[in-house]
């Protein structure tokens, strides 16, 4: 069974870090992977999705993430961190081919921008 | 374009209460989920429509949840009766390409049962 695994459940920078949030993966097949933020009381909104050969993967807001396969991990980066950015951050992966668009969620990791 | 909308944002009930949660999703979008988020955890999916047709419904706890989806448009989402442990946050998703992810979320509904 596939699941996805958040490294820390809260992170801490300051404005102007690096932020890097982490995400590894059990599959036997490399799936699809997902970054999804949340501001409190809202719904998730999609960052970016790795579904094909581009293993760095440009999203939106300055984010991107990598699939590396050797490590089976999909973290999450910004080289610079800004105080908008302080949200709820979702990892998730679908089994490739699965074309029902089923995802299944890590259990979040809170990112804290402080001034 | 209108996003997916879900009502009532906050919804809390005395347990053993019935309870009901509506999403209209964005037009033309043929595919509908409804997730729960529990408090500090990722969403899980508890049932998935392609049209009218509920086509994955393996996660919904049948003796108490139950799901519709008439016309293939809005969905109904109703709990009878409430649990404490039903307190979550219900999310709607629609999907117009399922094979691309193309997923837009509502806000959900924020369920308090006490």
């Known amino acids: 069974a596939q699941s996805v695994t958040q490294l820390g459940s809260h992170v801490s920078v300051s404005e102007g870090a690096l932020v890097l949030l982490r995400c590894n993966y059990s599959s036997s097949v490399p799936p699809y992977l997902f970054w999804y933020v949340q501001y409190p009381n809202q719904g998730l909104q999609l960052l970016l999705k790795?579904?094909?050969?581009?293993?760095l993967v440009k999203g939106i807001n300055g984010f991107e993430a990598e699939f590396k396969k050797s490590e089976t991990s999909f973290h999450l980066t910004k080289p610079s961190a800004h105080m908008s950015d302080a949200a709820e951050y979702f990892c998730a992966v679908s089994r490739r081919g699965d074309n029902t668009g089923k995802l299944i969620f890590g259990q979040g990791t809170t990112l804290q921008v402080k001034p | 374009e209108a996003g997916v909308v879900q009502s009532p944002r906050y919804k809390i009930i005395e347990k053993k209460q019935p309870v009901a949660f509506w999403c209209n999703p964005i037009?033309?979008?043929?595919?509908l989920y409804w997730y729960r988020q529990n408090l500090g955890q990722g969403p899980e999916l508890l049932i998935r429509y392609e049209n009218e047709e509920a086509v994955d419904d393996s996660q919904l706890p049948k003796d108490r949840f139950s799901a519709e989806r008439l016309k293939g448009v809005d969905s109904t989402l109703k709990i009878q009766p409430a649990e404490l442990g039903d307190s979550a946050v219900y999310l709607c998703?629609?999907?117009?390409?399922?094979?691309?992810?193309?997923?837009?979320f509502g806000s959900g509904t924020r369920l308090t049962v006490v």
């Open positions: 037009s033309g979008h043929n595919t």
């Open positions: 790795y579904t094909s050969a581009a293993t």
């Open positions: 998703a629609s999907s117009s390409d399922t094979s691309n992810y193309g997923y837009t």
